[in-house]
């Protein structure tokens, strides 16, 4: 589990929402800590009074969360150009190894929709991501079931470890999803006739999931995204590593986890590149 988590706040459920998320991740006694960023806007002729004027605000509004919430958590503010890279700094600054924070509060209950500043948190953060979907505040309970994307690749060795220690730490079940997507046309070709048939794929991705210890694995052929999704509404939490290129432990997104970011009907927690 997480030792040190940060928790984006804003004043609305949506930031309520990531702290019920960061209470369910977070080890015990680890560390807890609820962030407000403040974002710049310029303002001609402004003086010191104004930053003294944004801190106090921001000190307000975190006191009012953490009451709200009922938490034992540090208060953190910034003020940066947005959201996203305000949260970026502050999980640098402190040494956090998870973000924590909510969808767009125009989603539909139970749906993760990304908006803007849950965006900017996900794309190059320095550390592990959770996204809690719109109303979890309300339904979050003891996490029971725990689903990895899982494809063999390092990424998803990352996530199914992670996932090992979380459900170590709550009892969860494990289940994982392993979707054989179509070739495309240019690795037909390169194939040739020698390439192994669909069903053959997903038959060897079915015995690469039998062979993990305690998990429960399926494999399916189809759009990864869209599978994925569909898996999501069998768990309370859904773990995915990310692509693997960009710098070493910062989050990078393919297409796949886009469209999870954009339509999961659970958790969801995406995981930074590691050093191989």
Known sequence: ?????????????????????????????????????????????????????????????????????????????????????GLHYLAREHGADLLAVGSNPRGLVGSVLVGDVTRAALIGAPC???VAPTGYEGSAGTLTRIGIAY???????????????LAAGTGAAL??????????????????????????????????LDALEGVAGRAVAGDAG????????GVDLLVVGSRGYG??????FGSTSTHLAANARCALLVLPREDE
């Open 1 to 85: 589990m997480f030792a040190h988590v940060i928790a984006g706040v804003d004043g609305g459920a949506n930031g309520r929402d990531a702290v019920a998320l960061a209470r369910q991740l977070i080890a015990p006694g680890a560390r807890l800590a609820l962030a407000h960023v403040h974002e710049l806007t310029p303002v001609r002729g402004a003086s010191g009074a104004y930053g003294v004027a944004e801190n106090a605000e921001s000190r307000r509004l975190l006191e009012t969360e953490r009451d709200a919430t009922g938490v034992d958590a540090e208060l953190l503010m910034v003020t940066a150009s947005s959201a996203g890279r």
């Open 151 to 165: 494809d063999g690749s390092p990424e998803s060795e990352v996530a199914l470890r992670c996932a090992r220690e």
């Open 128 to 130: 592990a991501v959770a």
């Open 247 to 252: 710098p070493i432990r910062s989050l990078m």
């Open 175 to 208: 289940s994982a999803l392993a979707v054989v997507e179509p070739l495309s046309y240019g690795a037909i070709v390169r194939a040739g006739a020698g390439r192994e048939s669909e069903e053959e794929r997903v038959a060897s991705a079915q015995q690469e």
């Open 226 to 233: 869209e599978e994925l999704v569909a898996f999501g509404e």
